[in-house]
């Protein structure tokens, strides 16, 4: 069976080494560098530069747990640059390493569809080779989305990836959007004294996440000196003295801010421009390629995982379906289901999900419980000085399933898989408290949070 996998990010490499693993024969195609957006220029980076800022911050407020330091503590940008550069080189050295461990060829170039069986691969030195395939999987992802503002193509007009790379650390950051990568690049570059305002069109900020924890988080950032614009219109961009001025309308009328740079967040669009896909009657909609569970476009043999499909726009994601279309590619039966999806954003504390949040439970008309700890009853929070988040459980109310859960907190980002299990598994309340949590950790307030549903929590005063 000769697979051909387009694009090499966490979608397409995970497709191809397990399609590899079942006996396929492989070529996997990328254009640029292996690993795509994630380990590139998406989360891998950005997470590099924010444990540099976390640990700044961290250093900052190293008084208040005894430490103290002598003399001053600068940032040195270049070696922020340098060390991403050096995690990101190593993943990728692994991903090339794997891929060949598993006999995938990796072809560098351009593919695009000639038919439903061919693929032809433009490379760097021009030369080009058409392969024919069995089946095919797409999984060529996404590129940010700059909206039609005046002005976006300015100099210092940046979006994601520009923001990764720039030479010096700005002086003040304006951020057209309060989603996910916005309060990310937030919390990177506030904690380095960059002054940072975000503009949001929304009434809030983070739309998918429960909106009692985008309010906390809100609250934080703003607490920390990021100054908040919600409900505004951006209407333009335009050059003034000190690099860039964003003009917007909102409640108080028309307002402007400037800055040295101006980060655009808006969201990304799916990047199958040159495939060729629909000119080989691939089906899209709204430039996303359709699929069903199984990954299968409408075309026979031809598959599509990641963010082209726009289904949930997460490198886990990606990865998952990339196994689901491998393995179906390869004789098996399997389906993807998002219900168990665990969503994070890196901000400090950290805040991860699952499930349904309140907003959903209510839109669906669900007879629902909530039950919330606060960090601050928390042990091992305390001591790590951080004492302003929550759990906050989702549970359905005659069976006192689990259906959603909330954390605001640190680690909440590997205590999350928990959650991710219990509602795969159609756990119960009970089966969180009867399970044993060690002590201290922050994964004890998982349980009482839990506790919490029934106003059984041990901790703190149930009302
Ligand atoms: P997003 O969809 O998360 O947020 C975009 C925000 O911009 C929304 O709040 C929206 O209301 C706002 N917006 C849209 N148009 C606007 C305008 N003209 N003016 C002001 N605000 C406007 O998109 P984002 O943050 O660009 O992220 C793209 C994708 O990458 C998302 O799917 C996200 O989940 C993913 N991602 C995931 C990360 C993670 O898992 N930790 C990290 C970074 C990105």
Redesign the pocket.
Known sequence: MKLVVIGGGPGGYVAAIRAAQLGADVTLVEKEALGGTCLNV??IP?KVLLHSSELLEEIRGGEEIGIKIDGKVTVDWKGIQNRKSNVVNKLVSGVKGLLAVNKVKVIKGTAKFKAKDTVLITKQDGSSEKIKFDNAIIASG?V??I?P?EGSKLPGVID?TGALSLENNPKSLVI???????V?FASIFNPLGCKVTI????PY????VDREISELTKTKLVSEGIDMYNN???TKIEESKDGLKVLFTGDNGELSVEAEKVLV????RSNIVNLEAEKNDIKTERGFILVNDKMETNVRGIYAIGDCTGKN???HVASDQGVVAAENIMGKNKKMDYKTVP????TKPEIASVGLTEEQAKEKGIDYKIGKFPLAANGKSLIMGENGGIIKFITDKKYDEVLGVHIFGPRATDLITEAALAIRLEATVEEIVSTVHAHPTIGEAMREAALAVNKEAIHMVNR
Do not use: D, N, Q, W
């Open positions: 998406g989360c950005t996404s940010p989305f909206p503002i994601s057209i959007g309060g989603g996910v990568i916005g990310e503009i949001e069109m929304l900020i983070l739309p998918p505004c219109k951006v967040a808006v969201g990304r726009m997460l490198a969503a994070c954003v890196y």
